[in-house]
């Protein structure tokens, strides 16, 4: 087979790039190792930030976004007894976020690529680049006996954390920076009213807690656990006395419990690839970095990457200009660590430390007590979660 651009992995970061090139006329075909139901099954954030929003309505799949998600202007933060609101409106200058679940999102991408008649293989197995360095670089995958060679242009690695891509790329050029936490989050989805028609993300001493939403009939709900916690030894009831707790009164007693439709544990870590271009292989989204969900940062960190790309390829193509694929890695990184920094201070503030000393709970409560008595810190979270500009 031949393809201008091959896309590995066929979670949100491929299948955008992909929908966007092929409308550019730049043709593409997408590897992906699990089934198309594997992947929708995957219960992943739900915050966009307005700029992935508009890379959604320019790729041409952002009309069901539009209808059913949420525009949210603002969030609270529950501490020390308080209910204190983050104005994003207001102190972002005018933008907001859109609430709407990555799952549903990636399913209208998938349906857009089926209306383009857009190439995606599904298990493609053994998926592996060649001749990176070279003008010819190719992408094989296995197909049950069948060995199936793409040559390309370039290849895209938007195949996640435990993807092929990046570990493709000599170790000796490759550097990574990594942080874990000493803590996951423990996660249920119900079919309940949400709690708070905006997020609540809860500090307390007994561990941060959030209160997110799909849509007015279908909440997610967060605790931080240890990460020696099996989700086995969680029950549903042990779930939600544990969130209440967690929760100002107020919000406690209004809490709607039901049965759990999806519960799991995940990990918290930092994570960054440098650098994110290696001769024609191009690395973008999880494949390239991860960041904890405390900033809602996952997928936006990823919307900068595509659209980078989205545009270096297109001038590359029509005018023969490579200066953006030359700059890519730079230009990526830059803002790829900002939301590193955003997602940690995050995460380090509103969570409670194991081996936290006296001292460091003392700054995160200060941390607190200045965001709230500062406009230019408000400013700042604002502007940070509702999104950086590209
Ligand atoms: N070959 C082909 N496909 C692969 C391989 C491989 N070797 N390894 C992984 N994949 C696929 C995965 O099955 C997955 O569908 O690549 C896809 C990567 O998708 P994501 O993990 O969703 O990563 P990305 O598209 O960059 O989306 C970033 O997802 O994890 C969240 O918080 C993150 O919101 C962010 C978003
Ligand atoms: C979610 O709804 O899953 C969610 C929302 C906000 C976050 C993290 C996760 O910061």
């Known amino acids: ?39 929708l ?68 991408l998938y349906e857009a690529r089926d209306r383009m008649k857009g ?41 996640g954390f435990h993807g092929v891509s990046r570990k493709s790329i000599p170790r000796d050029v490759l550097k990574e920076y990594e942080k874990v936490y000493p803590f996951g989050w423990l996660g249920v989805l119900s079919r309940t009213k949400p709690v708070s028609p905006e997020l609540i993300y809860a500090k307390h001493e007994r561990g941060f807690a959030l209160c997110s939403l799909r849509s007015q009939v279908l909440s997610r709900y967060y605790i931080q656990v240890p990460l020696t916690d099996n989700v086995e030894d969680w029950s549903d009831d042990a ?70 790309l989205y545009h270096a390829m297109v001038a590359h193509y029509k005018d023969g200009d490579s200066t953006g694929l030359d700059k890519y890695s730079e230009k990526a990184l830059a803002r790829v660590w900002k939301a590193q920094r955003f997602s940690w201070w995050m995460t380090t503030m509103l969570h409670t430390f194991p081996d936290s000393i006296a001292y460091d709970q003392k700054l995160q409560d200060t941390d607190l007590a200045y965001l709230f008595s500062s406009e230019k810190a408000l400013g700042s979270l604002a502007e940070n979660y509702v999104g950086l500009p590209f």
Not at 9 to 27: A, E, N, Y
Not at 65 to 75: K, V
């Open 1 to 39: 087979m031949k393809t201008q651009v091959c896309i590995i992995g066929g979670g949100p970061s491929g299948l955008m790039l992909s929908q966007l090139l092929h409308r550019k006329g730049i043709d593409t075909i997408v590897l992906e190792r699990q089934s198309r139901e594997y992947v």
């Open 41 to 108: 099954g995957r219960i992943r954030a739900g915050v966009l930030e307005h700029g992935f929003a508009a890379l959604m309505r320019e790729a041409q799949c952002g009309e069901r976004m539009d209808r059913e998600g949420e525009i949210h202007d603002g969030f609270i933060i529950a501490h020390d007894g308080k209910m204190d609101r983050v104005d994003l409106h207001k102190y972002s200058g005018g933008s907001s976020v859109v609430v709407y679940g990555q799952t549903e999102l990636t399913r209208d």
């Open 119 to 159: 190439i995606v293989i599904h298990n493609a197995e053994d998926v592996q680049p060649h001749d990176l360095k070279s003008a010819n670089p190719y992408v094989t995958y296995r197909s049950g006996d069948e060995v199936v060679r793409i040559d390309c242009d370039f290849v895209i690695g938007a195949d």
């Open 239 to 308: 779930f939600w006395a544990e969130l209440k707790r967690r929760l100002p009164a107020e919000v406690a007693a209004q809490l709607i419990t039901g049965a759990s439709i999806e519960k799991s544990i995940a990990p918290l870590r930092s994570f960054v690839a440098e650098p994110m271009r290696y001769g024609n292989l191009f690395l973008a989204g999880d494949a390239a970095h991860i960041v904890p969900p405390t900033g809602a940062r996952g997928l936006n960190s990823a919307a900068s990457d595509i659209y980078y």
